[in-house]
């Protein structure tokens, strides 16, 4: 497995909580603090759920 594939298996859709893989699915640090990384599942970007980060409380869609 390349080491792209290895990291975006480790990250949780940040909404939902469900592994990220497939199609549609993301992972990028922060937008406000940089410290943590966001995961986002096709489902919840395509549906707009709100997302936390647990460093800073950011909140986003």
Not at 27 to 43: V, Y
């Amino acid at each position: 497995m390349s080491a792209a594939l290895i990291a975006i298996a480790d990250v949780k859709c940040s909404s939902c909580g469900l592994a990220l893989s497939g199609r549609g699915a993301t992972h990028f640090p922060c937008p406000e603090c940089g410290a943590t990384t966001i995961g986002r599942c096709k489902r919840c970007r395509d549906q707009s759920v709100i997302y936390h980060c647990t460093q800073c409380n950011f909140e986003g869609p």
